[in-house]
């Protein structure tokens, strides 16, 4: 599976940015997508997922109501709408993928992107 993500940049707090990450390869290993974001000196922790299948979704308490995931099959891409931003929400987002149900864990995945850095001040 490889994944390569795209939509990051500088923003005022309160400000959107959308996020996208295409995917290609076994179409199997990437059943379960996922954003992470990892900010210096912190550990990479999740943002939200989804399960392929269905569209089922989960967010973190820190985003549920601002961030939007979604997966668009047709192409292949996931996205990571991002409304109301905040400073603390600077980072950089990492897309990532396994087969198996979605989990929390980073090192649950063994699927990742380069990474989109996301500024807000």
């Known amino acids: 599976v490889q994944l390569v993500e795209s939509g990051g940049g500088s923003v005022q707090a309160g400000g959107s940015l959308r996020l996208s990450c295409t995917a290609s390869?076994?179409?199997?290993?990437?059943?379960?997508m996922a954003w992470f974001r990892q900010a210096p000196g912190k550990e990479r922790e999740g943002v939200a997922n989804i399960w392929t299948a269905d569209h089922t979704t989960y967010y973190a308490d820190s985003v549920r109501g601002r961030f939007t995931i979604s997966h668009d099959s047709a192409t292949n891409t996931m996205y990571l709408q991002m409304n109301s931003l905040k400073p603390e929400d600077s980072a950089m987002y990492y897309c990532?993928?396994?087969?198996?149900?979605?989990?929390?864990?980073?090192?649950?995945?063994?699927?990742w992107g380069q990474g989109t850095q996301v500024t807000v001040s």
């Open positions: 390869g076994d179409i199997e290993g990437r059943r379960c």
């Open positions: 990532a993928a396994r087969p198996q149900p979605c989990t929390w864990s980073a090192g649950d995945f063994r699927s």
